[in-house]
């Protein structure tokens, strides 16, 4: 049984950041790559960011890159995302996930996934 459970999400105005936790339990947390997904209303889950299972290596979509940083800290078991200066097309639930391997970003090397967490980005 592995529990993903992400929390920081909310209602923000354009341009204002937001920091998304992930919390991993029951899992081979140390030893996985970890990722950030996200689905808006009528479109499909698209990749966001992920970073390798110890942390020395991170990739990024190319809507977040340069505004997003994914991070986490193995000793709490957590996984990050800073997201900064937002704009309402990140406007989705998004979603932390576990990868099979020590690095993924592909979404079928994500075994157990979390139940998301609202961000809405007013304009």
């Known amino acids: 049984q592995v529990d993903l459970v992400e929390s920081g999400g909310g209602l923000v105005q354009t341009g204002d950041s937001l920091r998304l936790s992930c919390t991993a339990s029951?899992?081979?947390?140390?030893?996985?790559?970890m990722g950030w997904f996200r689905q808006a209303p009528g479109k499909d889950r698209e990749f966001v960011a992920a970073?390798?299972?110890?942390?020395?290596?991170?990739r990024y979509a190319d809507s977040a890159e340069g505004r997003f940083t994914i991070s986490r800290d193995n000793a709490k078991n957590t996984v990050y995302l800073q997201m900064n200066n937002l704009k309402p097309e990140d406007t989705a639930t998004y979603y932390c996930?576990?990868?099979?391997?020590?690095?993924?970003?592909?979404?079928?090397?994500?075994?157990?996934w979390g139940q998301g967490t609202q961000v809405t980005v007013s304009s």
């Open positions: 996930a576990q990868s099979t391997q020590t690095m993924g970003v592909l979404e079928i090397t994500y075994d157990y």
């Open positions: 970073i390798s299972s110890a942390g020395k290596i991170t």
């Open positions: 029951g899992s081979t947390f140390n030893w996985r790559g």
